[in-house]
């Protein structure tokens, strides 16, 4: 009466353990894209806050329709190392495109830069 486990019985117990890691491996670089794909629409948010900011304060008697990033920056409404587009980790440099209609304003990132 051997009291242990066989060869079999410690090959199917690897396998399960293997199918457990691939699947949580899979569940966890889904749950890691939808978080930076969260994060980096977190950060054109707040670039749109800061453009509105920027416009509310220096812009609105100029009939200015669009902010630069690095305009946002040089003007100190943040800093280059806040502004990290968490997909990649490089600096987001785009632009605001800011709309009125009706007296009322919105505010739209965009990847190009103002013409």
Known sequence: ???GFT????????IVIAVILSISTIVMKNV????KTELTE??????EDAAEQYYIREGMNK????????ELIEKEYFTKDEIKNPK????MTG????????????YEYQDILCE
């Open 32 to 35: 890691l894209k939808d978080s």
């Open 7 to 14: 060869l079999i019985e410690l090959l199917a117990v690897i």
């Open 1 to 3: 009466m051997n009291k």
């Open 63 to 70: 009939n200015v329709t669009c902010v630069n990033v690095s």
């Open 95 to 106: 632009s605001v495109k800011i709309i009125e209609t009706a007296n009322q304003y919105s």
């Open 88 to 91: 990649d980790s490089e600096n």
């Open 42 to 47: 977190i950060q054109k948010k707040n670039i």
